[in-house]
C-alpha cells in the first residue's frame, strides 16, 4: 500500500516559484489501477517521478508499506526501484544497441540473477506478451506498440509490486493502445499497484480508480 | 551493434591521440629550439660566437673528418647542443688558436677525436682546469683546454665532451662556433655556409632579435605561458569531449537509473577513462609503428602526454558528480 500525505512539489528558479504539486493525499493499495488525469502541466508526472523515487517532494510524505520513501538516500533510493518499482515511459527508453532479449535481461542482471534464471524469465515475459518471435530484434525493428510491450516485459521481469507508466499509450495508435491497457489492466488484476498518468480520458475508464490534477492539487478522485 | 559504437568511438580517440602526439611532437621540437636560445642566455650572436641550427633531414651527417672541412674551422671552436641530452654539449672542432690555455691542441690533434678518446673543453669560469679529471655519465674525460671568456655564461661556465666521432655528426642539431679571435667566426662562419650549401644544407641563425615576440616578452616567459596554453587546451578539449561524451549516454544513464542501478556513475566514469586508457595506449603503439626513427627525444612526448591527460583526467573527475544534471 502506498500512502500519500500532504505532499508538496516547489520549482524554484531564480525568478519564481512554480508549485507542481500542493498537499496530495491519496492511498493506493495492491490491485489499484489508478489512473491520474488532467491536463498538460498540472503535475502528473511530476507525481510519478516522486513516486519513483526519480525527484525530491518539498514537503509532506509517501511511504510504501509503512517505508517513509522520502527520507530514503539516494543508495535507498536506488533500492527501493531496483526492488519494487517497474517503470514505463511513452517513449519506451529501450536501449537501441541491445536486442529485445538484452533489454529485457538489463533489470535482471542489476538485480544479479542468475544467468538461467534470467533467460527463463526473459522468455516467459516474451512469451506473455506475444513477442517471441522478436527476441533478437533490435528496437529500431519493431513498432511502436511492439517496443511498448518491450517495454512493459523490461517493467515486470523483475516483478515489482508497483508498476509506474507514464503515457504508456501516448505514442501508439487506437488498436496497440487498447491492448496495452488491457495489458496494465491485467497486471494490476494479479494484486499490483498499476499507476497510469494519462490525458486520454478514453482509455481511464478501464482503471478501476482515477484521481485528476488541476494546477497541481487534487480536483477529483473516485 | 555495440561492437560497431565501441569500434567508431575507439578510432575516434586513436585519431584524437595521434594528432595530439604528432602536436606535441612539433611543439617539442619548437620548445627544444627555445630551450635551445634560452641555454645561451638569449644572446646567441655576437662578434665572438655565432649560435645557429643546422636544417637538414634526418639522417644527413656533416663528416667533418676530411683536411678541407677541418681546414674551415681554422682557429675556432665548434660546439654541439644536444637538445636531447639537455645540457650535455660536445666538442665538434676545437683548434689550438681558439683555446686560451692548452697543453696539446693543434689541428692535427683533431685525430684525437676521430680515435673517441675523452677530453673536454671547459669555459673560462667553470671549476675545472687544465688537466682535470671530470666525470660524466660514467666516463672520465680529461681537460684539455680551457675556452676564452664568451659574452654567454652557458659557454662560461659549460663543460664539453668530445663525445663524438667527426664523421657521424648529425645534421639536425644546434651548434655554437666560437673563437676569441672575432675575423675567425666570420671567415670560418662564411666558409662553413659555402661547404654546407654544396651539400644542400642550411644553416639557420639564432638571433633573439629578430625572434617573434622579442620586443614584448622574455622567452623564459613564453615557454610558460605556451607549456601552460597547451595544458589549457588539452583540458578544455578533454572537458568538451566529456560532454559530448555523456549526452551520447544519456539515454544509457537514464535507463539504468529508472531501473535502479546503483553504480551508474562508477560504471559511467570507468566506461570514460577505459576509453581514453584504451586509446592512449593503442594510438602509442600505432604512433612508434609509424615513426621508423624512433629515438630517445619521443620518450619526452610521452611523459609529456601523459602528464597533460593525467591532469585533464583528474580534472574532470570533480565533473562526473554532476551528471545526473546532464541527464
Redesign the interface.
Given at each position: 500500500m502506498i500512502n500519500i500525505n500532504d505532499l508538496s512539489k516547489v520549482y524554484k528558479t531564480y525568478h519564481n516559484e512554480v508549485t507542481a504539486l500542493d498537499n496530495i493525499n491519496i492511498t493506493i493499495r495492491e490491485g489499484d489501477f489508478l489512473a491520474v488525469v488532467g491536463k498538460s502541466g498540472c503535475g502528473k508526472t511530476t507525481l510519478l517521478n516522486i513516486l519513483?523515487g526519480?525527484l525530491q517532494a518539498t514537503s509532506g510524505s509517501f511511504d510504501y508499506k509503512g517505508i517513509s520513501v522520502v527520507d530514503m538516500n539516494k543508495?535507498s533510493l536506488?533500492?527501493?526501484?531496483?526492488?519494487h518499482?517497474g517503470?514505463i515511459?511513452q517513449n519506451f527508453?529501450?536501449?537501441?544497441?541491445?536486442n529485445v532479449y538484452e533489454n529485457i535481461e538489463?533489470?535482471l542482471k542489476?538485480r544479479q540473477y542468475e544467468k538461467r534464471k534470467r533467460n527463463d524469465l526473459v522468455w516467459e515475459y516474451l512469451e506473455k506478451m506475444d513477442m517471441l518471435d522478436k527476441i533478437n530484434a533490435?528496437p529500431r525493428q519493431l513498432s511502436g506498440g511492439q517496443k511498448q510491450r518491450i517495454a512493459i516485459a523490461r517493467a515486470l521481469a523483475s516483478a515489482p509490486d508497483i508498476i509506474l507508466a507514464d503515457e504508456p499509450t501516448g505514442s501508439l495508435d487506437e488498436s496497440n493502445a487498447g491492448q496495452i491497457i488491457d495489458i496494465l489492466g491485467e497486471i494490476a488484476n494479479n494484486g499490483k499497484i498499476v499507476i497510469m498518468v494519462t490525458h486520454n480520458m478514453d482509455l481511464v475508464s478501464k482503471c478501476n480508480r482515477i484521481v485528476k490534477l488541476v494546477d497541481g492539487k487534487l480536483a477529483e478522485r473516485s | 551493434m555495440r561492437l560497431l559504437r565501441k569500434s567508431i568511438a575507439y578510432i575516434i580517440f586513436i585519431v584524437f591521440f595521434t594528432a595530439f602526439f604528432l602536436l606535441n611532437d612539433v611543439l617539442n621540437n619548437y620548445i627544444m629550439k627555445l630551450e635551445l636560445i634560452n641555454s645561451y642566455n638569449n644572446t646567441p650572436y655576437n662578434d665572438h660566437a655565432i649560435t645557429f641550427l643546422i636544417e637538414s633531414y634526418e639522417g644527413t651527417t656533416l663528416e667533418l673528418s676530411g683536411i678541407e672541412s677541418l681546414q674551415l674551422l681554422e682557429g675556432c671552436v665548434l660546439l654541439k647542443y644536444n637538445p636531447q641530452k639537455n645540457t650535455m654539449h660536445e666538442v665538434i672542432y676545437c683548434d689550438k688558436e681558439a683555446i686560451e690555455i692548452t697543453d696539446s691542441y693543434i689541428s692535427e690533434d683533431q685525430w684525437t677525436f676521430l680515435s673517441g678518446e675523452k677530453i673536454a673543453v671547459v669555459g673560462c669560469s667553470s671549476s675545472y682546469s687544465l688537466g682535470e679529471n671530470v666525470y660524466n655519465d660514467g666516463f672520465t674525460y680529461i681537460v684539455s683546454g680551457v675556452l676564452e671568456e664568451h659574452i654567454s655564461d652557458a659557454v662560461n661556465y659549460g663543460i664539453f665532451y668530445s663525445n663524438c666521432d667527426l664523421r657521424e655528426i648529425d645534421a639536425q642539431s644546434g651548434y655554437v662556433l666560437t673563437s676569441n679571435n672575432p675575423e675567425h667566426v666570420k671567415r670560418a662562419y662564411k666558409e662553413l655556409i659555402t661547404w654546407l650549401e654544396e651539400k644542400n644544407i642550411a644553416i639557420k641563425e639564432i638571433d633573439i632579435r629578430n625572434a617573434e615576440f622579442s620586443d614584448f616578452i622574455e622567452y623564459n616567459r613564453m615557454l610558460d605561458y605556451l607549456m601552460v596554453c597547451i595544458v589549457i587546451f588539452y583540458v578544455i578539449f578533454i572537458y568538451l569531449v566529456r560532454l559530448i561524451w555523456l549526452r551520447i549516454k544519456r539515454e544509457e544513464i537514464f535507463v539504468l537509473t529508472i531501473l535502479g542501478y546503483k553504480y551508474v556513475k562508477e560504471k559511467l566514469y570507468l566506461q570514460y577513462i577505459s576509453l581514453w586508457g584504451i586509446s592512449f595506449i593503442l594510438s602509442s603503439i600505432f604512433f612508434l609503428l609509424m615513426n621508423k626513427n624512433f629515438y630517445y627525444g619521443y620518450l619526452s612526448v610521452f611523459r609529456l602526454s601523459a602528464a597533460v591527460l593525467l591532469i585533464a583526467l583528474l580534472s574532470t573527475f570533480k565533473m562526473y558528480r554532476n551528471a545526473k544534471y546532464l541527464m
Amino acid at each position: 500500500m502506498i500512502n500519500i500525505n500532504d505532499l508538496s512539489k516547489v520549482y524554484k528558479t531564480y525568478h519564481n516559484e512554480v508549485t507542481a504539486l500542493d498537499n496530495i493525499n491519496i492511498t493506493i493499495r495492491e490491485g489499484d489501477f489508478l489512473a491520474v488525469v488532467g491536463k498538460s502541466g498540472c503535475g502528473k508526472t511530476t507525481l510519478l517521478n516522486i513516486l519513483a523515487g526519480l525527484l525530491q517532494a518539498t514537503s509532506g510524505s509517501f511511504d510504501y508499506k509503512g517505508i517513509s520513501v522520502v527520507d530514503m538516500n539516494k543508495r535507498s533510493l536506488d533500492q527501493y526501484r531496483r526492488e519494487h518499482v517497474g517503470i514505463i515511459l511513452q517513449n519506451f527508453s529501450l536501449l537501441n544497441d541491445r536486442n529485445v532479449y538484452e533489454n529485457i535481461e538489463l533489470p535482471l542482471k542489476i538485480r544479479q540473477y542468475e544467468k538461467r534464471k534470467r533467460n527463463d524469465l526473459v522468455w516467459e515475459y516474451l512469451e506473455k506478451m506475444d513477442m517471441l518471435d522478436k527476441i533478437n530484434a533490435y528496437p529500431r525493428q519493431l513498432s511502436g506498440g511492439q517496443k511498448q510491450r518491450i517495454a512493459i516485459a523490461r517493467a515486470l521481469a523483475s516483478a515489482p509490486d508497483i508498476i509506474l507508466a507514464d503515457e504508456p499509450t501516448g505514442s501508439l495508435d487506437e488498436s496497440n493502445a487498447g491492448q496495452i491497457i488491457d495489458i496494465l489492466g491485467e497486471i494490476a488484476n494479479n494484486g499490483k499497484i498499476v499507476i497510469m498518468v494519462t490525458h486520454n480520458m478514453d482509455l481511464v475508464s478501464k482503471c478501476n480508480r482515477i484521481v485528476k490534477l488541476v494546477d497541481g492539487k487534487l480536483a477529483e478522485r473516485s | 551493434m555495440r561492437l560497431l559504437r565501441k569500434s567508431i568511438a575507439y578510432i575516434i580517440f586513436i585519431v584524437f591521440f595521434t594528432a595530439f602526439f604528432l602536436l606535441n611532437d612539433v611543439l617539442n621540437n619548437y620548445i627544444m629550439k627555445l630551450e635551445l636560445i634560452n641555454s645561451y642566455n638569449n644572446t646567441p650572436y655576437n662578434d665572438h660566437a655565432i649560435t645557429f641550427l643546422i636544417e637538414s633531414y634526418e639522417g644527413t651527417t656533416l663528416e667533418l673528418s676530411g683536411i678541407e672541412s677541418l681546414q674551415l674551422l681554422e682557429g675556432c671552436v665548434l660546439l654541439k647542443y644536444n637538445p636531447q641530452k639537455n645540457t650535455m654539449h660536445e666538442v665538434i672542432y676545437c683548434d689550438k688558436e681558439a683555446i686560451e690555455i692548452t697543453d696539446s691542441y693543434i689541428s692535427e690533434d683533431q685525430w684525437t677525436f676521430l680515435s673517441g678518446e675523452k677530453i673536454a673543453v671547459v669555459g673560462c669560469s667553470s671549476s675545472y682546469s687544465l688537466g682535470e679529471n671530470v666525470y660524466n655519465d660514467g666516463f672520465t674525460y680529461i681537460v684539455s683546454g680551457v675556452l676564452e671568456e664568451h659574452i654567454s655564461d652557458a659557454v662560461n661556465y659549460g663543460i664539453f665532451y668530445s663525445n663524438c666521432d667527426l664523421r657521424e655528426i648529425d645534421a639536425q642539431s644546434g651548434y655554437v662556433l666560437t673563437s676569441n679571435n672575432p675575423e675567425h667566426v666570420k671567415r670560418a662562419y662564411k666558409e662553413l655556409i659555402t661547404w654546407l650549401e654544396e651539400k644542400n644544407i642550411a644553416i639557420k641563425e639564432i638571433d633573439i632579435r629578430n625572434a617573434e615576440f622579442s620586443d614584448f616578452i622574455e622567452y623564459n616567459r613564453m615557454l610558460d605561458y605556451l607549456m601552460v596554453c597547451i595544458v589549457i587546451f588539452y583540458v578544455i578539449f578533454i572537458y568538451l569531449v566529456r560532454l559530448i561524451w555523456l549526452r551520447i549516454k544519456r539515454e544509457e544513464i537514464f535507463v539504468l537509473t529508472i531501473l535502479g542501478y546503483k553504480y551508474v556513475k562508477e560504471k559511467l566514469y570507468l566506461q570514460y577513462i577505459s576509453l581514453w586508457g584504451i586509446s592512449f595506449i593503442l594510438s602509442s603503439i600505432f604512433f612508434l609503428l609509424m615513426n621508423k626513427n624512433f629515438y630517445y627525444g619521443y620518450l619526452s612526448v610521452f611523459r609529456l602526454s601523459a602528464a597533460v591527460l593525467l591532469i585533464a583526467l583528474l580534472s574532470t573527475f570533480k565533473m562526473y558528480r554532476n551528471a545526473k544534471y546532464l541527464m
